[in-house]
């Protein structure tokens, strides 16, 4: 079965979840439409959106792999309820979304119609549920994180837990460095004036469970002088 790399579509344009019409050329069609100058997306026909039986989205971090015939194309989630996965042509396709501690769930059929200019975004809900014996803390990540530009720029960092609705969704907040930056209770990053730079850790751990880590890295800009 071969497998193909996810790659930047030339010829798609989403607006608001719509794919923008083409516009033509003496070259032929151009999918830089005048709604969004300059900006192209990646649309591969499959929107899948992903939800636990409680109604929250658990796409970050699952795969979804997208088969046709004895192709197939897989994809990881990069936030919490939509992965845009597939092929980019129109047919009929089966959709498989995997994810720890989840059963795998499959959509034997899935229909991708083709459009103007490539083909139109299919959105395809997707409910997964627990394995039997999951653990009550399935994961923890951490939003927010960014270069600090200069002294006194804050960043509001915040905890994304996949855990069972009883389990407190509170962190404590740690930094590796506190010479280049603060950090609050609330997870509120504020740099301080360095005349070096650099890159700070910051580790969010779980107060239900303190074996349960999250950490994450952003910049710290060195400036000429500290006043």
């Known amino acids: 079965m071969r497998n193909f790399t996810v790659a ?5 344009l989403v607006v608001a979840g719509a794919l923008v019409a083409c516009s033509h050329d003496e070259e032929g069609t151009s999918c830089f439409g005048p709604l969004v100058n300059g900006i192209v997306a990646y ?3 499959i929107d899948v959106l992903v939800r636990d039986v409680s109604g929250r989205g658990e796409a970050l971090g699952a795969r979804v792999t997208v088969y046709r015939g004895t192709d197939s194309m897989t994809t990881t989630g990069t936030d919490t309820l939509h992965i845009r ?9 089966m959709v498989r979304v ?3 501690y989840y059963q795998d769930a499959v959509l034997p059929s899935v229909s991708v119609v083709a459009g103007q200019c490539n083909v139109v975004v299919t959105s395809a ?3 997964l549920t627990l394995v039997q014996g999951a653990p009550a803390i399935r994961s923890l990540v951490v939003f927010g994180a960014d270069f600090l530009y200069a002294p006194a720029v804050q960043r509001q960092l915040s905890a994304r837990f996949d855990a069972d609705p009883s389990v407190p969704t509170t962190v404590n907040w740690r930094l590796s460095d506190t010479t280049l930056a ?5 997870g509120l990053v504020t740099s301080k004036c360095s005349l070096v730079g650099g890159v700070d850790t910051v580790t969010a751990i779980a107060t239900a469970d303190t074996t349960i880590k999250a ?5 710290v ?4 002088a500290c006043t």
């Open 8 to 12: 930047i579509a030339t010829c798609s």
């Open 43 to 45: 649309s591969p026909g």
């Open 85 to 93: 996965a597939g092929f980019m042509i129109a047919g009929n396709f």
């Open 98 to 100: 995997q994810r720890p």
């Open 125 to 127: 809900p997707v409910t």
């Open 182 to 186: 603060r950090i609050d209770p609330t």
């Open 215 to 219: 950490k994450a890295v952003f910049g």
């Open 221 to 224: 800009a060195k400036v000429a």
